[in-house]
């Protein structure tokens, strides 16, 4: 979803119905996976594990996408948002 919700940031010069015709395109084949992936998934793990699994995902891909596609600087304070994000994940998946 990354490259389908911000790649359309780096080509502002196309007129934004054709860009969210090929968002919607990029979105559509990315579902395909995702949707199976959260059946087949929610038997191990319960749906909140689930989002935290793919909000994971999608925030690593979207800082290596940022930084080398978007050519966007990494700042100390992103940093830090990721490792609390990190601490979230732990709490989320302590078996209390």
């Known amino acids: ?12 010069e196309v007129a934004l119905w054709k ?33 935290t699994i793919q909000e994971v995902i999608s925030l690593t891909v979207f800082l290596f996408f940022s930084i080398f596609f978007l050519k966007e600087e990494l700042r100390w304070n992103y940093i830090v948002g990721f490792i609390l994000i990190v601490l979230a994940v732990f709490f989320i998946f302590k078996k209390w």
């Open 19 to 51: 860009v969210i015709l090929v968002s919607w395109g990029i979105a559509f084949f990315e579902y395909i996976f995702q949707v199976p992936a959260n059946r087949y998934g929610h038997g191990q793990f319960n749906a909140t594990e689930l989002k």
């Open 1 to 12: 979803m990354t490259f389908a919700w911000y790649g359309h940031l780096k080509y502002k």
